[in-house]
């Protein structure tokens, strides 16, 4: 089963660059990495999702080195209503959906 | 709007009744699941459906829960003799088959047991 690792919480200013990272050592083979994004008394958005090096959307990008155990969510030019919780996940499309394992997210708070 | 629904929004019971809550789901989307969130934690997966049938249920599935997809679209999840612990939100998410990693969500339903 492949856990992650998040910082718990994180704090920016508007219009900086967030780097949320996540640890997930034990990824195997057919794992995808892909992020969430949750606001307060919401369901979790999917926000990106990649496999290696790097991939971008019009909402971040995702890079993802060689060895592929870690991955850093890039949210560019945060702004207040970027405040949310961040899930990283990994698994593979076609693994048990039971080890689709969200853990406890990293809080990113923005400040004016 | 085709995004995944969920009824109610909010319920609120007493400690020993039965609740029921439903999903409608993406309409082209196979794959259903449902999950739990309580304060603080990220979602915790109860069971899955790929059509009508139910592949997949968490050891977090006590008897007292019990899902149905009848007809592969919506689907229900109920509670009997809900205790307080049973209190949080309850999320179900939709997937096409060959993407479970992309799930939509919808809004939730926050259960309070009094």
């Known amino acids: 089963l492949a856990k992650t690792t998040q910082p718990i919480s994180m704090d920016s200013y508007e219009g900086q660059e967030v780097n949320i990272t996540c640890s997930h050592n034990n990824i195997a083979t057919n794992d995808y990495i892909t992020w969430y994004q949750q606001f307060p008394s919401q369901g979790p958005r999917f926000i990106i999702q990649?496999?290696?090096t790097k991939v971008t959307n019009e909402v971040a990008s995702l890079f993802i080195p060689a060895d592929r155990k870690s991955s850093t969510l890039s949210l560019p030019r945060v702004s207040l209503s970027d405040t949310a919780v961040y899930y990283c996940?990994?698994?593979?499309?076609?693994?048990?959906?039971?080890?689709?394992?969200f853990g406890s997210g990293t809080r990113l708070s923005i400040r004016p | 709007d085709t995004g995944v629904s969920q009824n109610p929004r909010h319920k609120i019971t007493k400690r020993g009744q039965n609740v029921t809550f439903r999903c409608d789901p993406i309409s082209e989307h196979n794959r259903l699941y449902w999950y739990r969130q309580t304060l603080g934690q990220g979602p915790e997966f109860l069971t899955y459906f790929q059509n009508e049938a139910q592949l997949e249920k968490s050891r977090l599935l006590s008897d007292r829960f019990s899902a149905e997809r009848p007809k592969g679209s919506f689907s229900t999840l109920e509670i009997q003799r809900t205790e307080q612990g049973d209190s949080a939100m309850y999320l179900c998410?939709?997937?096409?088959?060959?993407?479970?990693?992309?799930?939509?969500f919808g809004p939730g339903t926050r259960l309070l047991v009094l």
């Open positions: 996940l990994v698994g593979a499309p076609y693994s048990s959906a039971s080890k689709i394992i």
């Open positions: 990649g496999y290696k």
């Open positions: 998410a939709s997937s096409a088959t060959r993407d479970q990693e992309t799930q939509y």
